[in-house]
């Protein structure tokens, strides 16, 4: 592995450097040949591509993480995936920057460079980005983000308890992910998980407020009546010889606890007298009750709600599953195909790229009628607009499906990729007679959009015919840029 | 069959009636009387329950509407949460609306806690205690008691339903006469006709309840307001402390209220329909806890009333000897009249016999034309459809009934069983036999 590097940094890119230091002090250590030193400034993804891993100084904690949740946002799989290592001298016990990391880098101080195991561990997800990066070009939706990641590190997605996330639990990388908006956080886990790519098993439950999913909430007991807080409670106590029943205040006598009903003095508990609950008294009006109301306050909103209207979740560690693992290499089509969009009639890219060979073939060889279209519909800002959907993402994918099914005939052919968009043929229709049709659909797959989410598509549909010179590879090619 | 029904009729041809007074003495002399009494009282009832009564039940009412008073229900039991939900409905339908409803639960190990946290949660019920260890009946109808609101309580056993005006017209004999202390509504038997032992019980109830007690109460010497449905006033059960330890507690409280010179009121036109032993077997059982308390707190804990003093007060003098008599008395004297037939008559038995069922025949069928004509609509209807089981009424009361009274009084008479019976928790009872209670 050590070669691997040795090679990607002297045969491929000699300009490569082993690592970029990132600090907003003077280390007191200075540049060697495999080390670039940054110090402040802003960053850009571009400046991590010449390093095989970036080391971030720890010293200050909020600057580290800055400058990791900068790294795990970028949308290029060179940036987020990227091994970053803190240092510090002291330590770092930061469990979040820690998950965010990929660990301390302890002997970068002393002027050498990665060895061993650290070297190792970064050789192996140097050999991932490079297989993703030869798959072309896949939309890097979180969703691929987070199995790529974890497809990199090898490792499982666990939970991290923490006190400045609104549930109490987080996970660090999807959280760079989302800032401000943690339950897109557990919904992209839940849509990851229900598509079959991430496995999870419950370690924990937290109970969130139903308002605002804060799981920091104050139980109170209250009184049913008024809802005080202010009660007293007294031991209620039974006398058995007369069978009076009262609180222990109604015991009360000048010489010793005795019974109001008959006068006869209490002796031992158990033997004349027992004590079988407890009763409350609201000091707020005067109501008599056994079981107070349990309230929840959420400490954020402020909401008050019972227990039983709070929102439960499970809180689980994630393994990426084989279909996880195979989608981070080939994008999300493969999960989809056997998903919900499968079952409204798109049918897989293999079969539509077959089809379409197929009609290419046949009008190559019966030059008469009319030319099939292929149509492209590309949306630009998918990736922002993922992040919006969040776990409505799968049920919108099928809504958009039906849309175009339903403006199609049913001769027509639908597929999807997730790096090109919905891909229609359709069957003896010439691309001038497509306009009107492809035109509605596009106004519906806005409309549809706009009311689901906040971020205006940019919506692009693009027509070719099939005429025997079409060539499927080198349109999707064109569509999707160098 | 046809030669022994020659041989009956020519015995009651050839009887004369000195005769006829030997070998029926006891129906004649106690029971006849008793009966014969007990008739006229009704129809001297019925007839002065007329406009005078009716004008004075309309000051009543408006009386009571006027002060509209806080009643709180009492409903104390050990697992009877099945029940409550139908008996908080047919309290919250009722017409008189100012209540609070208070459900005790007296160590229940089924799921009425939790049935009665649901009630209470929703409104339902007012205020719902538990204790976790079972203390006993008197313990949690006083807990109930402790925490009550209302100038009355009304008592009910969570097995029962009201009719839609029983706490209004419960209530209106305390706007009639200030000296009430309490009032008893009528008691009838749910679903009449399900099965035997339930169908006998409910023409006994209607007969010892609807009309006996109805007479009991013109008389002044009810003595007992049932802890099924039964009304007080709070103040005075604040004075008295509650119930006392039972078993027979509704009874005692009773004797209580009389010994403090309260009047005890029988309301007809308020009735509750509760649920009844449905074998023989159970029946036997409760029974014997009710006959044991005759002994335990008449002759014996309230033996007092019984001898002339301060407070001496006829009423209660009279309805202790009318309880004491015709309970325990004439229950003795049914065995000296069959030892007496055996002895002196054993070769007449076979006639003697069927004209002693014959002569209770008629007059239980008596009995219940007098409740068909005098009973409310849903009485007369009840009356009716229960004459069927008139013919089993002489062997129901007669035998069975009277042979688990004798065992019952026997028992605690020389065993007070009463003590041992684990209707109450042995800690209860233990202290009580210690002090004599």
């Known amino acids: 592995m050590e070669k691997d590097l040795q090679d990607d940094r002297e045969n491929k890119d000699p300009k490569m450097k082993d690592a970029l230091f990132i600090s907003n002090r003077n280390p007191g250590f200075s540049n060697n040949a ?17 390093c095989h891993a970036v080391v971030v100084d720890a010293a200050d904690l909020g600057f580290a993480e800055h400058v990791l949740r900068t790294i795990r946002r970028d949308p290029h799989p060179l940036v987020y995936l990227k091994p970053a290592y803190l240092y510090s001298e002291a330590g770092v016990q930061d469990d979040f920057l820690l998950e965010l990391s990929d660990g301390p880098a302890p002997r970068f101080g002393e002027g050498g460079t990665f060895q061993g195991p650290d070297r190792e561990r970064m050789g192996a997800i140097a050999r991932k980005i490079e297989l993703f990066m030869q798959r ?42 989302f800032p401000d908006r943690e339950h897109l956080m557990f919904e992209t886990l839940d849509w990851l998980e229900t598509a079959g790519l991430l496995s ?20 109170r007991e209250t009184c049913p009546q008024c809802s005080s807080v202010k009660f007293s409670s007294e031991d209620l106590v039974h006398h058995f010889v007369c069978g009076y029943v009262g609180p222990e205040s109604d015991f009360k006598g000048e010489r010793g606890p005795s019974c109001p009903k008959c006068r006869k003095g209490l002796r031992h508990i158990g033997v004349d007298h027992d004590r079988p609950s407890v009763v409350r008294k609201c000091r707020n009006c005067d109501h008599d009750f056994q079981e107070p109301v349990l309230e929840v306050v959420c400490l954020q909103c402020r909401k008050i709600s019972r227990p039983e209207n709070l929102s439960p979740r499970a809180i689980k560690k994630y393994q990426l ?47 008469s009628g009319q030319n099939s279209t292929a149509a492209f519909l590309t949306i630009g800002n998918k990736g922002e607009m993922s992040l919006e959907m969040g776990r409505k993402a799968s049920r919108i994918s099928q809504e958009l499906a039906k849309i175009i099914k339903w403006s199609l005939r049913s001769t027509d052919v639908i597929s999807y990729r997730s790096e090109f968009g919905f891909m229609f043929l359709m069957v003896e229709t010439d691309p001038t007679r497509s306009d009107t049709v492809l035109g509605r659909i596009k106004t519906e797959i806005e409309q549809l959009l706009q009311e689901n989410i906040q971020v205006r598509p940019e919506i692009a549909i693009r027509c070719w015919p099939i005429d025997g010179t079409f060539s499927l590879e080198q349109t999707l090619s064109e569509l999707t840029g160098p | 069959m046809t030669d022994y029904l020659e041989d009956l009729y020519f015995f009651w041809q050839s009887i004369d009636a000195e005769k006829f007074l030997r070998l029926f003495w006891v129906f004649l002399v106690f029971d006849f009387g008793r009966f014969a009494f007990f008739q006229c009282a009704l129809v001297l009832e019925h007839f002065l329950g007329g406009k005078q009564a009716r004008r004075k039940r309309a000051l009543a009412r ?3 509407r006027k002060e509209n008073p806080l009643v709180s229900v009492i409903a104390p039991g050990k697992n009877e949460g099945r029940h409550i939900p139908a008996l908080a409905e047919s309290i919250r339908a009722q017409s008189y609306r100012n209540l609070e409803i208070i459900v005790v639960d007296d160590g229940s190990n089924d799921d009425t806690p939790m049935i009665c946290g649901k009630l209470l949660q929703s409104g339902r019920i007012d205020k719902f205690f538990r204790n976790p260890i079972r203390g006993g009946k008197a313990s949690a109808a006083n807990l109930a008691l402790r925490y009550c609101r209302g100038k009355y309580v009304l008592h009910l056993d969570a097995d029962t339903h009201l009719g839609p005006l029983a706490i209004e017209n419960m209530l209106c004999p305390f706007y009639e006469d200030g000296n009430i202390g309490a009032v008893a509504g009528d008691v009838r038997v749910n679903h009449p006709l399900r099965d035997l032992p339930v169908s006998l019980q409910a023409l006994e109830y209607l007969k010892k ?57 029988f309301e007809p ?17 409760q029974r014997r806890r009710w006959d044991r308390s005759l002994i335990r707190f008449r002759l014996r804990k309230h033996s007092d009333i019984l001898i002339p003093d301060a407070n001496f007060k006829w009423g209660t003098f009279l309805a202790f000897w009318e309880n004491i008599v015709f309970n325990l008395v004439l229950d003795l004297k049914w065995w000296i009249y069959i030892i007496d037939m055996g002895f002196n008559f054993n070769h007449l038995a076979r006639y003697v016999l069927p004209m002693n069922y014959a002569l209770y025949l008629v007059t239980g069928s008596v009995q219940l034309l007098a409740a068909v004509l005098l009973m409310d609509k849903e009485g007369k209807i009840r009356a009716v459809k229960l004459a069927v089981f008139l013919p089993l009424m002489p062997i129901y009361t007669g035998v069975f009934l009277r042979v688990v009274r004798t065992y019952a009084y026997f028992q605690e008479f020389f065993f007070k069983a009463s ?11 233990s202290q009580a036999k210690a002090a004599g209670l």
Request: aromatic content about 12%.
């Open chain 1, 136 to 177: 072309g070009n896949i939309a890097e939706t979180v969703f691929i983000k987070m199995v790529r990641y974890l497809a990199s590190r090898g490792k499982s997605l666990e939970p991290l308890m923490r006190i400045r996330s609104k549930s109490g639990f987080t996970f660090p990388f999807l959280e760079c992910q």
């Open chain 1, 200 to 219: 999870g098993s419950q370690v924990d439950a937290i109970h969130m407020c139903g308002a605002c999913d804060c799981a920091f909430l104050n139980f």
């Open chain 2, 62 to 64: 408006s009386l009571l």
């Open chain 2, 269 to 285: 036109a308020a009735v509750c329909y509760t649920n009844v032993p449905d074998s023989f077997r159970k029946l036997a059982v």
């Open chain 2, 419 to 429: 003590y041992f019976d684990p209707w109450n928790p042995w800690k209860v009872s």
């Open chain 1, 321 to 367: 599953t084989a279909l996880g693992e195979a989608t981070s290499l080939s994008g999300l089509d493969l999960a989809q195909g056997t998903g919900p969009a499968g079952l409204i009639g798109l049918i897989g890219y293999e079969s539509f790229a077959s089809l379409i060979n197929q009609e290419n073939e046949r009008k190559k060889r019966y030059k």
């Open chain 1, 34 to 50: 495999s080390i670039e030193f940054y110090a402040g400034g802003e960053m850009s993804g571009a400046m991590f591509h010449s």
């Open chain 2, 209 to 265: 309840i609807s009309l006996g007690r109805r007479v009991a109460s013109f008389l002044g010497i009810l003595r007992i307001v049932s802890g099924a449905f039964g009304v007080f006033r709070k103040d005075v059960l604040d004075r008295i402390g509650g119930w006392d330890v039972g078993p027979g507690l509704d009874g005692d409280i009773t004797v209580k209220f009389r010994k403090l010179g309260y009047r005890i009121a």
